[in-house]
């Protein structure tokens, strides 16, 4: 059998160098090893937990004619209608009233008694915008008064009125904002500028503004109202405009009073306190 030569030192110390240089060749893969490993979990919780873009605020409009959807995550829903040129119009009241347009309506439920003893029968209805802030009742109460008493239309037996909570009323007088009137009013011709009232086929629609805040140059505000009422309920009548007959003299309750009075004095009735018709010329 052959002799193995000893290794000299020499050789001795090259082969525990490469020894140590193959163990720590191991060490550093494994430690590479082990921070790649970390790094790929560490990625993969933060895109985990990473948010989505952030939904814009407020997308679903208020004045939206659709409501949203189930998915939606807004608080906000859609409340007006199609008909709405306007979510939101304050009046130019000192009181800083607010009110909504939505083109939705409530309805008195009642009816009453007939005022007035002969003439044709005209009946009527009353409806209030839904956001208007006016107390349907109240409303009608104030309609139902302007057109029982007797300076009225029922007065020496012509007319006589009815309120009922039919839809097929002979007239529906309608409580409404001045975008909603200038919309009705529009699809039948008339244009309203967010001012004043009108009569659209069998509806009557009178301007809140106006209710509420009068006009001007007529300081009585109940009397103002009796004469809208009057005056928009004359031409459902089949009555139209009228002059001012004479400076100073009470105008006739077809005078659109609501723009000026053309030198008459201010004046809610058809008729006088004697029973006489107070009438004008004919307004082109």
């Known amino acids: 059998m052959p002799s193995h030569r000893p290794l000299a030192p020499r050789d001795v110390d090259q082969a525990r160098r490469r020894q140590v240089a ?13 921070v790649g490993l970390k790094g790929a979990r560490a990625s993969e919780s933060e895109q ?41 119009r304050a009046t130019p009241s000192s009181s800083k009233r607010t009110y909504r347009s939505t083109g939705r309506y409530r309805a008195v439920p009642t009816r009453s008694p007939v005022r007035g003893t002969k003439g044709e029968l005209i ?14 009742r109240g ?6 008064r302007t057109l ?18 039919t839809t097929d009323a002979d007239l529906t007088i309608r409580l409404a904002t001045p975008d909603t009137v200038d919309k009705q009013c529009a699809a039948a011709g008339a244009n309203t500028h967010g001012y004043t009232s009108c009569r659209a086929g069998q509806y009557v629609l009178l301007n809140l503004d ?8 007529i300081k009585d505000l109940e009397l103002y109202r009796h004469y809208l009422v009057n005056h928009e309920v004359g031409h459902g009548l089949g009555l139209g405009h009228q002059r001012c007959p004479r400076k100073g003299s009470p105008a006739p309750v077809m005078v659109q009073q609501t723009l000026s009075l053309h030198g008459c004095t201010a004046n809610a009735w058809p008729r006088s306190a004697d029973g006489r018709l107070i009438t004008g010329p004919s307004a082109p």
């Not at 193959?22 to 082990?34: P, Y």
């Not at 807004?74 to 979510?87: C, Q």
């Open 48 to 88: 985990s937990t990473s948010p989505g873009p952030a939904s814009p605020a407020g997308a679903t409009s208020t004045t939206s004619t659709t409501p949203p959807s189930s998915t939606t995550t807004s608080p906000t829903r859609a409340t007006t209608s199609s008909t709405t040129t306007s979510p939101t």
């Open 139 to 144: 409303f009608a109460t104030a309609v139902d």
């Open 22 to 34: 193959a163990v720590l060749a191991v060490v550093v893969l494994i430690v590479a090893i082990a």
């Open 148 to 165: 029982r008493h007797p300076r009225g239309w029922t007065a020496r037996g012509h007319w006589r009125f009815q309120r009922v909570t």
């Open 123 to 136: 009946t009527y209805r009353i409806e209030v915008e839904q956001g208007a802030r006016v107390s349907p």
């Open 210 to 217: 106006r209710w509420l805040e009068g006009v001007p140059h």
